[in-house]
């Protein structure tokens, strides 16, 4: 144990409960435990795989209630985002039971002999999770690497470790062999590093701010292991003057503002046609105003708190534009801020450049169709966006221009689990979820039998 954590309920600043962090040797052990295990649960016949990974998706359905009560207490997301979240866990594990039946190889024409390809296992995979959404990032990670024939170590952000820990009982509960899914809380600095360097975790599946992204890919370069990097976004809502303004209007709030803003795929930059701006402006403020920040064990909830004090304090760091208008919050104890919008005076601006990671969206005009992409281009990042027209010939040519992992057109949703997931540029590599996802935790084994 390298000492304890102590989980704040950020709605109100009490403590919850206590976390015993993990050291270098419990880390150790739970990797040589996982690999133990792997040699057993790569064997296990496929079909009976699936019905494990079933059970642990029924199991998690049993516990929804609990493990979304644990996340408004750990995390301050809405009841009613936590029921979604636990329900995503339930349904991804549920879409990748159907894969150990259908790891297909292929048959490939040679002369002399047959020659066949195998989706064969990693390893130990190693998730790394971040704080804003514990559950299903989790479980975009541990479904597919499982369901794939893997073992899995996760460990949960410092911030956030309830409901990971949940979810290792729930696994165990549900006949999920011991060391096949371990869930170690701990530092970043021990446990995460540990995944990275230890040689038998044989792929990373990261999650979380660029910068720590980019030191886990370079330290993966020394063993030359697999990595999937989900990072950081800056994404651009672009709203048409011919689309229904009315839609977008009161869409835009949710699009930026859930999750308080710590949202990776935020549309925290809005970008409108100019001679929509005024219109969009009115309909946006009468919609920020009605968005409604509190306790987020109400059902009403839309918007709870931010998750920790020094993330708040990090955001009021991007203040310094001038305010078109806030919503509103509750005052006193947690660490609450009301939404905020900004119009930034140019583009080079720190809040239109930066990932604030909190409730503050900026808003700049934009003249025409070729300037709304490439003032939509001029970022780092690349994970999500949004576009907003009638006319669906615009929206094909600008969901292709822009340079960006996950688009919606007349929608602002980015996550669903049966499509890709992940970023261009800066905002990560490789892709998660959606059909694919089980060729990140497999290598293509290719066997020729010559049959002269
Ligand atoms: P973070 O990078 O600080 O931490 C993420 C995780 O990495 C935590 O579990 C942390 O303990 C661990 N970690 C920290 N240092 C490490 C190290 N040296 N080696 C190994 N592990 C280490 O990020 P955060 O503050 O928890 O999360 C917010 C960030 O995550 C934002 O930038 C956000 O955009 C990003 N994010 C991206 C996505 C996506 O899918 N692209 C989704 C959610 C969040």
């Not at 989980?7 to 206590?18: G, M, Y």
Request: hydrophobic share 40%; glycine share 8%; proline share 6%.
């Amino acid at each position: 144990m390298s000492g304890i954590y102590q989980v704040i309920n950020p709605a109100n600043e009490s403590i919850v409960t206590d976390v015993d962090l993990a050291d270098l040797a419990a880390v150790d052990a739970a990797i040589e435990k996982a690999d133990r295990a792997f040699k057993t649960w790569r064997t296990i016949a496929p079909g009976e795989r699936a019905k494990l990974l079933r059970a642990f998706a029924q199991e998690v359905t049993n516990h929804r209630q609990e493990l979304a009560m644990l996340e408004v207490t750990n995390s301050g997301h809405t009841i009613s985002n936590a029921l979604w979240e636990a329900d995503n866990v339930a349904n991804v594990l549920n879409y990748y039971s159907a894969a150990p039946e259908r790891l297909f190889g292929r048959q490939i024409p040679v002369p002399n002999g047959i020659d066949i390809t195998f989706k064969e296992p990693l390893g130990v995979v190693g998730v790394i999770v971040p704080w804003n959404f514990p559950m299903p990032i989790a479980g975009w990670g541990f479904a597919p690497a499982l369901a794939a024939g893997n073992t899995v170590v996760l460990k949960p952000a410092e911030y956030t470790p309830l409901t990971a820990i949940k979810l290792g009982e729930i696994a165990l509960k549900a006949g999920i062999p011991e060391g096949v899914f371990t869930v170690i809380p701990g530092k970043g600095s021990i446990v995460g590093n540990r995944f990275v360097t230890h040689p038998k975790v044989r792929k990373i599946v990261f999650t979380g701010s660029t910068e720590v992204g980019k030191s886990i890919m370079a330290g993966c370069a020394e063993q030359v292991k697999r990595v999937t990097l989900e990072l950081g976004g800056k994404s651009a809502n672009v709203i048409f003057a011919d689309s229904d303004l009315e839609k977008a209007a009161a869409a835009a709030p949710g699009a930026v503002f859930d999750n308080a803003g710590q949202d990776c795929c935020a549309r925290s930059r809005i970008l409108v046609e100019k001679k929509a701006f005024d219109k969009f402006m009115e309909l946006f403020e009468s919609a920020v105003k009605k968005f409604r920040v509190e306790d987020p064990s109400l059902a009403t909830a839309e918007m709870g708190p931010l998750i920790s004090k020094k993330q708040f304090e990090s955001v009021q760091n991007y203040l310094n534009e001038p305010v078109a208008f806030k919503g509103s919050a509750p005052s006193g104890k947690g660490f609450w801020m009301a939404p905020t919008v900004l119009q930034p005076k140019s583009t080079d601006s720190k809040s239109w450049r930066e990932e604030i990671f909190g409730p503050v969206v900026s808003v700049m005009p934009f003249e025409d169709e070729a300037d709304a992409i490439a003032k939509a281009n001029d970022t780092d990042f690349g994970l999500s966006g949004s576009i907003w027209t009638r006319d669906s010939a615009k929206a094909i040519r600008v969901s292709r221009a822009i340079e960006s992992g996950n688009l919606s057109v007349n929608s602002n949703s980015s996550v669903r689990y049966w499509t890709p997931f992940g970023g261009y540029k800066q905002s990560g590599l490789g892709r998660e979820l959606g059909p694919d996802a089980l060729d990140s935790f497999t290598e293509v084994k290719n066997v020729f039998i010559n049959t002269d």
